[in-house]
């Protein structure tokens, strides 16, 4: 295998073609296309299958009735007592999926979107190969989760042509809704708990409907493999227990192949935004309730851009674990029967987990605002605040970005028949909730001040400055993923101070590792993920590469700061944990006071203006870097209780910190595999 | 009657003369399937007939083969590849003087014909009989050598211990492994060691119904003369016309009828085998015994490699009172292996035989079944009278109850006739640029249906991966049942027409079918054997250990590898 990075693995968007499929919307009946006759063809005609008959052979399997007398033995209960618990998961979680319902779905979408959104851009030649795909193989649809909206726009485009209704797995807050629950479950939505630990007849019941699903292939599968809506919009850790559900009806020769449809939603602008950065200060996320989905009815007076969803090209199982797998390892067990992943199967779902995340990314689109964002960010917070950047400016150094956003192979939505001037004022009209423009200078809108008695006090005003910079931080993750992979070696270049290769190599692996929570490595991969940086760093002029050197080049200076600057916040948020963790008076911490102590620490720091960055005060934040301290071997779990606890290993937490400022080169770190299923 | 237990051939005494006489070939086609004076062809009007007199089909005309060959293959009566008449100049022969002497003081018959030499340096697997289509040959015998008795085979044996040279036995040469290809690499003399002369029925024991019988004969030989005695084996391989007892034992063969009488490993009850240490065999002939593991099962499956079978003693019965040929038509192979498996847990000692295969050409159409799922068995009952008509009732009885309907006796014996003759129906392909094999594996009965599936559309993509221009025949039939498992057997072919190498192409599709096989379950042959076209899969199959037995096996019984042939291992 090379480790060459190629210009042509990159994607090629010329000439593809997408449609705003609200167009024809805004031009013919919303009850027609609600009524449009619906004649899909599924994978090989299967016959439809009522939620009766599916529900029937899962509880009729031989899997689950070895579970169900597994766990009759186990407990002492009766094996019907064990059933009947089986069925009341079951029924818990079902779907009911029913063109009736799709249509009224259908209806009522058209009109929310026409309002919420001034187009649905859908690329054709996604739809027309997903089309061709579902045919030929069971499929699995796999969006990227940055909103609520997510949930059924992709049910909407394959209703609008002609494309079998996905069921769709669901978080189980959902089906709690009033109405809006039972909505969802009819239209296809299946719903899975959250915390499902070791609750085996759980975990035999969800596998095996998942499966039997697949098997069937009556209808195309559609989950989100990052688990989560993303609150910080940047790609999450794929989850790999659903994924190895899905992919096990292949490795056990139940189909010839399963296809895989990465697919990216892009927003302009989210309708949760002012929700996410709440929730990453510790504002918890509101239950999902139908009470509180009409309050939100407030954002259906606002304008929330364009939306993207790209099909990406679908992926076959079968060769993506071409040499991978063993398939004879399931020959010796009745396939029925639950059975372990070995290890290799582990680290095959984990590798195509994380593929099909990178290929999401690619597929992504990013706007001239998250591209602003990035760049609001480098100023100090006080600059966007009080004095404001200057337009002329910003304008000019946005655009400088789009060019390095190509040539690192981005795709923009950038109107192009408009003056770049308009793109970006129209850019700003539609931000107005985060950023106002006044006298020639950009401000960064702060919340209202809450009618209070008495004045606000120095944190409340961190908060206050915290909400409105992790919102903007939230636009800038939607391109991280486009600049990741040259920002690393940048400030390796910068960090190591060293020009070999081989030394930038190993500083530009550790910090895959150490970030590896924040951004999305495909595992075993850091050699391609180098040669990529290196290639990228040196086609838009900001390094030399040698045989054995990698120097900075002369015109590089512009390029690297960016990129250095643009990785700051990062590495300021971990050093500042790495001190916290360092200076915590005892060796042993629990979960619950992690979060709060860590903000407080922070928040005087900002305060006291040792800290520059407000995303150290980000829940999300927090956690990747315990888990990366665990991962590193820094900290190490005591009791897995209600009361998470954690013990200290300070000497290393120390070292970790000094290779990361570069005081002591890094030895390559053994790190645990985090590849549980 | 004129059908004898499954066998549609009309064999006339006079064909068994000729095939105890010395030279073989004269009857047998030398680069193709079977007599030579039966064959498949299209005639002037375009027909296809079958020629000859030996078959039931024989001088039959079918006017419907023509549109299933040209449809199915996208195959054209226009674009011909016919055979080379003969071959090109066969390499000389290595011979090696002192042996050659040797034996020509036993007396024993041998050959250094090229023709002789040629006729016994292939089985029929596709790229042997298309290289001799093309007159291309490798590296043959450079002797044959016709022991009549088993102590001649203990003479040659000696012989070539002596003087190391290299023995390859051969007994009907209808092997689809390989395994009759001389290893190119070796340099010592290759002695074939044919032994079609040792084919006489030693004795029958009427008390305990068991036969001696020499193990050069030929299948339907030996059911005829037991026939004589009104007994039969009951052993049927579709190759029975042709292959030997002494093959059955060497690669742990199977009939269709071993629902009743059993396989190979069923029906032995003592073996003789002469090898480079001595002579094996057991020293009674009790039906069963507990004395370490069973050295029959050494020489079960060794073919070859160990030494020559010479004489076997087996289990005979009498010759059923009454047959009856029967089909069923099941609307799609789903329901039809449903079925099978069912019929097999309720009936275990009349359900002779079967086979079940989707689309099978002769019925295309029937009462409203979609003609592309549709999928037959036929089936043959053996036994009293009366038991065989019971028997039967309760079959169509569990047919019904998965959507079958009986479609007729006539259905099921053409299915079983075909059996002898879809051999011959490779070589009309191999006329019109169409190349094609069967192959077959055992599965867990819960893996059949997905094997099917996988392995055909396996088959299929790799074709078209491969750029075969034309949609393959990716087909696949269960052709025994057992208590967990079931045969399966998969018939692929092509239209090569604009390949450059058509028979590298089959091989990467075969070879890919057989990993597609492996993963789904499947074992890596049912009964045809590893020879050395699936030799590199063993290690896999029986684990390292297994390996190492076997080997361990070889080394003390052939340390000199004299019997050379360098299959399985």
């Not at chain 1, 969800?206 to 940047?234: N, Q």
């Not at chain 2, 009366?386 to 009885?397: G, I, P, S």
């Not at chain 2, 091989?507 to 096989?517: F, G, L, M, P, T």
Request: net charge neutral.
């Amino acid at each position: 295998m090379t480790n060459t990075y190629r210009e042509s693995d990159r994607l090629c968007l010329e000439n593809e073609e997408f449609v705003d499929i609200l167009e024809e919307r805004r031009h013919s009946s919303d009850l027609g296309h609600a009524f449009r006759t619906f004649s899909p063809h599924p994978y090989k005609g299967a016959p439809p299958c009522s939620a009766g008959e599916l529900s029937k052979t899962v509880l009729d399997s031989q899997h689950l009735r070895y579970v169900t007398k597994e766990i009759a033995t186990e407990t002492g209960a009766s094996v019907d007592e064990v059933k009947d618990d089986a069925r009341v998961i079951l029924e818990e979680m079902s779907q009911n999926l029913q063109l009736g319902f799709i249509r009224l779905m259908g209806y009522t979408l058209t009109k929310v979107f026409k309002r919420l959104f001034t187009s649905i851009y859908v690329n054709m030649e996604g739809l027309s190969m997903l089309q061709q795909a579902v045919q030929d193989s069971p499929v699995i649809l796999m969006p990227n989760h940055r909103s609520y909206v997510d949930f059924l726009i992709i049910s909407y485009v394959l209703f609008t042509y002609d494309i079998p209704i996905p069921v769709i797995a669901a978080g189980i807050p959902l089906a709690g809704m009033k109405i809006v629950g039972e909505i969802l479950r009819r239209s296809g939505a299946f719903f899975i708990r959250r915390a499902i630990g070791s609750d085996k007849l759980y975990w035999a019941v969800l596998s095996e409907y998942v499966r039997t699903i697949v098997r069937m292939g009556f209808a195309p599968l559609e989950f989100y493999v990052e688990g989560l809506r993303s609150r910080t919009l940047k790609s999450l850790t794929p989850k790999l227990g659903m994924m190895h559900m899905v992919l096990e009806p292949y490795f056990k020769g139940e189909v010839y192949d399963i296809t895989l449809v990465p697919i990216s939603i892009s927003y302009d602008r989210v309708l949760e935004e002012s929700l996410l950065a709440h929730e990453l200060l510790g504002v918890p996320k509101p239950k999902e309730s139908t009470t509180g989905l009409l309050k939100a009815s407030r954002v259906l007076q606002e304008n929330y851009g364009s939306m993207h969803v790209n099909f990406g090209r679908p992926v076959s199982v079968r060769q993506l674990c071409q040499g991978k797998i063993n398939r004879c390892q399931y020959n010796l067990i009745p396939r029925d029967l639950p059975q372990g992943p070995s290890a290799e199967v582990q680290a095959c779902v984990s590798w195509i987990a994380h593929l099909v995340v990178r290929l999401q990314e690619q597929g992504s689109f990013i706007s001239p605002w998250s591209l602003m964002a990035c760049l609001f960010l480098q100023a100090p917070a006080s600059a966007l605040t009080e004095q404001g950047l200057p337009w002329q400016q910003l304008t000019e150094k946005t655009l400088w970005l789009k060019k390095l956003a190509l040539s690192f192979g981005a795709r923009l939505h950038w109107p192009g028949q408009t003056p770049d001037a308009d793109v970006l004022s129209s850019t700003i009209a539609l931000h107005r909730s985060v950023i106002y423009r006044k006298s020639g200078r950009v401000f960064l809108l702060l919340e209202d001040e809450p009618a209070r008695k008495r004045p606000i006090s120095a944190v409340d005003g961190v908060n206050r400055t915290a909400a409105a910079v992790l919102m903007l931080a939230s636009y800038r993750n939607q391109s991280l993923h486009v600049f990741i992979r040259p920002a690393l070696l940048a400030t390796a270049v910068r960090i190591t101070k060293s020009t070999r290769r081989d030394e930038l190599f190993v500083f530009f692996c550790f910090l895959q590792d150490i970030f590896s929570n924040e951004f999305i490595f495909i595992p075993g991969k850091s050699s391609q993920d180098f040669e990529e940086a290196c290639f990228l760093l040196k086609e838009c002029g900001g390094i030399c590469v040698g045989q054995e050197e990698v120097t900075e080049a002369e015109a590089g200076l512009e390029v690297l700061s960016f990129l250095c600057a643009l990785l700051q916040p990062f590495i300021d948020s971990y050093q500042v944990i790495f001190s916290f963790l360092y200076e915590l008076e005892a060796h042993v911490f629990s979960e619950k006071e992690f979060v709060p102590a860590v903000r407080s620490f922070a928040t005087k720091l900002i305060l006291s203006g040792d800290l520059h960055t407000y995303e150290a005060l980000s829940s999300d934040t927090q956690k990747n870097i315990l888990s990366a301290v665990r991962r590193l071997g820094a900290v190490t779990k005591l009791r897995v209780s209600e009361q998470n606890e954690y013990k200290v290993n300070k000497g290393a937490v120390r070292q970790i910190e000094n290779i990361l400022s570069g005081k002591i080169p890094p030895q390559m770190l053994q790190t645990a595999p985090d590849a549980r299923l | 009657s004129a059908f004898t237990s499954g066998v549609s051939l009309e064999s006339s005494p006079n064909t068994m003369e000729h095939i105890k006489c010395p030279i073989l070939q004269e009857i047998m086609k030398w680069n193709g399937w079977g007599y030579v004076d039966s064959k498949f062809q299209f005639n002037k009007k375009g027909q296809a007939e079958f020629t000859g007199k030996r078959y039931r089909l024989s001088g039959m005309v079918m006017p419907a083969l023509k549109e299933w060959f040209e449809s199915t293959f996208g195959a054209s009566l226009q674009h011909k590849t016919p055979a080379i008449p003969n071959s090109s100049a066969v390499q000389p022969p290595i011979l090696n003087e002192a042996f050659v002497e040797d034996l020509k003081s036993t007396g024993i018959p041998f050959s250094q014909d090229a023709e002789d030499r040629v006729f016994r340096a292939h089985g029929h697997c596709l790229h042997e009989i298309f290289a001799l289509r093309e007159g291309k040959v490798g590296r043959v015998p450079d002797m044959v050598v016709w022991p009549s008795n088993h102590n001649d085979v203990v003479k040659i044996v000696e012989l070539a211990c002596k003087h190391n040279v290299c023995l390859i036995p051969y007994g009907g040469g209808t092997s689809v492994s390989s395994a009759l290809e001389c290893p190119p690499e070796e340099t010592r003399t290759i002695v074939s060691v044919d032994t079609s002369q040792m084919n006489r029925i030693l004795w029958i024991d009427e008390k305990n119904l068991t036969a001696h019988v020499e193990a050069g004969i030929v299948g339907q030989e030996l059911e005829r003369l037991l026939n004589e005695s009104g007994y039969c084996t009951g052993h049927e391989p579709d190759s029975m016309e042709f292959s030997s007892l002494g093959g059955w034992v060497a690669t742990r063969a199977s009939g269709m009828k071993k629902n009743i009488y059993g396989n190979i490993e069923d029906l032995v009850v003592h073996i003789r085998m002469v090898t480079p240490q001595g002579v094996i065999e057991k020293s009674c002939q009790g039906p069963r015994m507990s004395t370490g593991p069973d050295i029959h099962h050494f020489i079960l499956g060794s073919e070859g490699t160990l030494g020559v079978v010479t004489e076997v003693t087996m289990k005979i019965r009498p010759m059923p009172e009454y047959q009856k040929y029967g089909s069923v038509v099941f609307p799609n192979f789903e329901q039809g292996v449903a079925c099978l498996r069912e019929v097999l847990t309720l009936i275990t000692n009349v359900f002779a035989g079967h086979a079940l295969k989707p689309q099978k050409f002769y019925i295309t159409k029937f009462k409203g079944f979609d003609p592309n799922r549709l999928c037959v068995a036929t089936l043959l009952f053996e036994g009293d009278r009366e038991r065989v008509l019971q028997h039967e009732k309760q079959v169509y009885d569990i047919a019904a109850k998965f959507g079958g309907l009986a479609a007729g006796e006539d259905n099921g014996q053409r299915g079983y006739m075909l059996t002898f003759v879809i051999a011959y129906l490779r070589d009309l392909g191999m006329d019109y640029y169409v190349i094609g094999e069967s192959f077959e594996t055992s599965v867990p009965w819960d893996r059949v249906l997905d094997i099917c599936r996988n392995v055909k559309e396996r088959i299929i993509r790799e074709c078209k991966e491969r750029g075969v221009q034309f949609p393959p025949l990716s087909t696949c039939r269960v052709t025994q049942t057992y208590d967990a498992g079931a045969c399966v057997y998969f018939y692929f072919a092509f239209n090569y027409r604009g390949l450059s190498d058509p028979v590298h192409v089959y091989e990467q599709v075969e070879h890919a079918a057989r990993d597609e096989i492996l993963a789904n379950g499947g074992s890596l042959s049912h009964h045809h054997g590893v020879g050395k076209l699936r030799k590199e899969w063993m290690r896999e199959t029986v684990s390292r250990v297994g390996m190492g037995m076997l080997k361990s096996v070889k080394d003390y019984v052939d340390p000199g590898n004299i019997f050379g042939n360098r299959n399985l291992l």
